[in-house]
């Protein structure tokens, strides 16, 4: 299952229990509007109640990500479980994205609301 809100430094999305295929495609259609809408939004991603994933998102996912790699600003990833962080880890060398691991939303809020320095 997955919770996409629009924030104004771009999207925060929490997933639960397991990121299918067709979560995927809500995801990447709210990603596709809001590029379309600013330049290289910010992600949160809320990976925290994520229990599995299916094999087919995973490699949409990576498919995604190739092709839109230098289009997304940071990406602010909160993940308590280990082999879902080593997943997100392996998918983020396979890509150019700035990523930043955080334990709460809170923290992860915080860090995408303040401007990056030049």
């Given at each position: 299952?997955?919770?996409?809100?629009?924030?104004?430094?771009?999207?925060?999305?929490?997933?639960?229990?397991?990121?299918?295929?067709?979560?995927?495609?809500?995801?990447?259609?709210?990603?596709?509007?809001?590029?379309?809408?600013?330049?290289k939004?910010?992600?949160?991603?809320?990976l925290?109640?994520?229990?599995?994933f299916?094999?087919d998102?995973?490699?949409?996912?990576?498919?995604?990500?190739?092709?839109?790699?230098?289009?997304?600003?940071?990406?602010?990833?909160?993940?308590?479980?280990?082999?879902?962080k080593?997943?997100?880890?392996?998918?983020?060398?396979?890509?150019?994205?700035?990523?930043?691991?955080?334990?709460?939303?809170?923290?992860?809020?915080?860090?995408?609301?303040?401007?990056?320095?030049?």
């Open positions: 299952m997955i919770s996409i809100r629009e924030q104004a430094y771009g999207l925060d999305v929490a997933l639960y229990n397991e990121f299918t295929l067709a979560d995927f495609k809500l995801f990447e259609d709210a990603l596709t509007k809001r590029l379309a809408e600013r330049d939004p910010d992600v949160l991603l809320d925290a109640d994520l229990k599995d299916t094999l998102m995973a490699l949409e996912e990576l498919r995604f990500v190739r092709e839109h790699e230098a289009d997304f600003g940071r990406v602010a990833i909160v993940v308590t479980d280990i082999w879902i080593l997943a997100a880890h392996i998918a983020g060398l396979l890509s150019k994205t700035r990523c930043q691991y955080f334990d709460t939303v809170e923290e992860a809020q915080a860090w995408l609301e303040n401007p990056v320095a030049a």
